[in-house]
């Protein structure tokens, strides 16, 4: 048994509800807990709350490594809980209402307690049905898309071909009693077959479904596949059914727009008109409740409630992150009036009636634009909503490549443009085809209109999912995620360094809302480097443009998350996470596996490496939140060791390209960047999984590194794909400066303290003891200097974990003074600054800083933090020169 641990709202307050339940991720130290079986959950006031565990991850010695945990919906809850693990099973999960679910060959059905639904296992439906004790709110949920074959430029015509998403497999990948998660697959077919007509956007959407909940979260995953030069997205959404069964002037229409603001209306409006059908009638209406009867009102109204025009159609559209519009008509056929606009809503809808009503909420709505908003035919007895996802009235979707090659049709050429443009460029390389792109929704069942309080409530949950987390000391103490320490401000130098590591996430948040880099493909990334010169980020320069992971900001901010526990820090990660894992790395196609390096579009540049789809980049966010999107990505990265024969990562530069033949037993393998990615997916899986496959490769290659006689010195090694091992044999001494920087040096941190394997420990150290050494004790340990030494700010770390390991002074000593020296940009104290750049300089008001290069603030900010954990007793001044 262990002490009870406390669990806390990431946002420091408890939501006003819990309408559809709650889901985190939390670590045990090796050899505490024997299963997720024996975890339990109290609330604040001590008394047991139902819930569901499972493992995530566990320890090489079996013991349980990470847990998943759920609560049920509640609409009061607590206002922090604590988990301990104990054998109370029966109190863990008893429940006076549990979510129920049966399986049929064709529908798997749900209950909450609350709320029932139909999944069909193929079809056109995402679900048949929603209902809410008893009666139907929604049905027949479906995908919708827009095909369109060409954008044009002038006058002329397009044509848009509709499709739905077409239901292939359904899979109940958990059954309560707490949390169920059903898995839907398929793709969009055409809605009539044309000549040419194919599926294309294959999708995997997840419901959950929690006890006592009200509503279901929909995690929507898409991958394109379309031809970039031919197919045009034009929209892309989910649409549903509304059953109507009330008097028009009793259905409501309820639209959020900006802070918290809603559109109040209803199909056939009794307020405003020249005759008034009484107080209370009108009071009714706006407050969403059954108006009284006809004959309480005056019959100046009653008799006339035909001659006052039905609104059936509405439509908010979020085009820009800037603006949103609002609209209505009374159908079909007819001219639309504005209503009204603002500047970002919060993406959420409903429709209701006295006898039921539905909503749906997308997240992160007006950042991730252009998104759109439909209801459709109110005054009938089935109405439609559609939440897009990407608006058809938008600019139809263009993912083609921003230029035409200018030439560069040679490895020469190439490379030359990598000099002036610092863009890698290959011919065909520019395809988004294989990308993909996540969407979070919440969908709400109510029993009648709710006040508009409640979907206030709703929509800013829809909005900004509340989460329990663990604090940052408890996570530290369980050993998790290598080497960091909860942020200590207990000396001035200690401080100092901490307020440059706040400056430097403040800084890049502020940049996002300034420089506005949000958008349906862009938002979650930053940019790479700046150009003082145009007050802008190179957002047009080759390969200083969209970031793409390059030299690890995902680490930093997760490490920051993970010593601070700051919700805005989690938030800023989590964007990144989704974006980085889903559009810079493809799901499909010859590339499978690979990510592209940093480019003016996130598919662009011809560098398809495992330095970009790194597991390490997304463990964090998949065991602190369970996601179980997250976790496909993680599993398709399995066999990634494959993609080294069609594609050598270093194919332009190779210095034996002349003679080198990648076959199946001698696959060169950098022992940098492309094993540090393969470690961490091994490491995941073994420790997700239990894979044998992938432990037996892992442990394998850190024998064989450990067996080389320069060890990681020795660069890159021949690799078996059969036998998943090195050739141990070879002898050379090749370092890069970007070997370390792209999580080498974390899952080094982390298989040493997992895995006892002394010549592989050894070999680590030696690398991070003469990275930095002096020339002469270069020469004297290996028989010559290294060659290649740049980023030494950020390679400081690596000098602290030779101290700490070997408890030696004189190389901690080492690290704060290299800290100190290196970094190009991020070694006075006059970087930590912010100058204000005003029109007409710019196009708005923004802040500019001395450092402005992200390749600089993600290692400054890895340095800081791991230095501090491994030496930190060793800081005795500020080491940055302030």
Known sequence: MTPPTDIRWLDGVPPTKLSGGTTWGMPFARGTVSGAAAISVRDASGAHVPSQSWPLATWPDGSLKWAGIALPATDSPSAHYSVATDSASDVRTSSAA?????ETADSVHITTGKMEAVIERSGPTIFRSLSRDGTVVARDGRLVSLRQDSVVEGPGTVSREPFTGMVSSVTVEQNGPVRAVVRVEGRHSPDAAEPGSQNWLPFVVRLYFYSAASSVRMVHSFVWDGDAEHDFLAGLGVRFTVPLRSELHNRHIRMAGADGGFLVESVRGLTGLRRDPGVEVRRAQVEGRPTPPLEEWSELVSTRLHLIPEWSDYTLTQLTSDGFDLRKRTREGHAWVGISGGTRAAGFCSLSDTRGGFAVGIRDFWQSHPGQLDIRDAGSDEATMTAWLYSPEAQAMDLRFYHDGLGQDTFEEQLEGLEITYEDYAPGFGNPHGIARTHELTLFAYESTPATEELAADAAQAAKPALLQVAPEHLHSTGIFGDWAPVDRSTPERAELEDKLNFLFEFYEGQREQRRWYGFWNYGDVMHTYDFDRHVWRYDVGGYAWDNSELSPDLWLWYMYLRSGRADVFRFAEAMTRHTGEVDVYHLGPWKGLGSRHNVQHWGCSAKQLRISN?????????????????DLL?????????????????????DSATYRPERGALGVGLGTDWGSLAATWLTDWERTGNPWSRDRLLGTMADIGALKYGFLTGEALYNLDTGRFDAGREQISVSHLSAVFGLVEICSELIDLVDDPTFEQAWLQYCRLFLAAPEEQL???GEALSGIHLTQAHSRLSAYAAARLGSTELAALAWEKFSEGGEHLNHGSAFTLQKIQPPHVLLPVDEA???????????????IQNLALVGEHLVKDPARA
Not at 635 to 655: A, H, W
Not at 850 to 864: E, K, R, W, Y
Request: proline residues 7%.
């Open 98 to 102: 549990t979510v129920a679910v049966v």
């Open 615 to 631: 597991p390490a980049y997304r463990r964090f966010y998949y065991y602190l939140t369970t996601d179980e999107r997250t976790g």
């Open 635 to 655: 599993t398709e990265l399995i066999d990634s060791d494959r993609n080294f024969l069609g594609l050598d990562p270093v194919r332009k530069v190779r210095p």
């Open 780 to 782: 004297s340990e290996v």
């Open 850 to 864: 001395p450092t402005v290069s992200t390749n600089d603030a993600s290692q400054f900010g890895l340095a800081v």
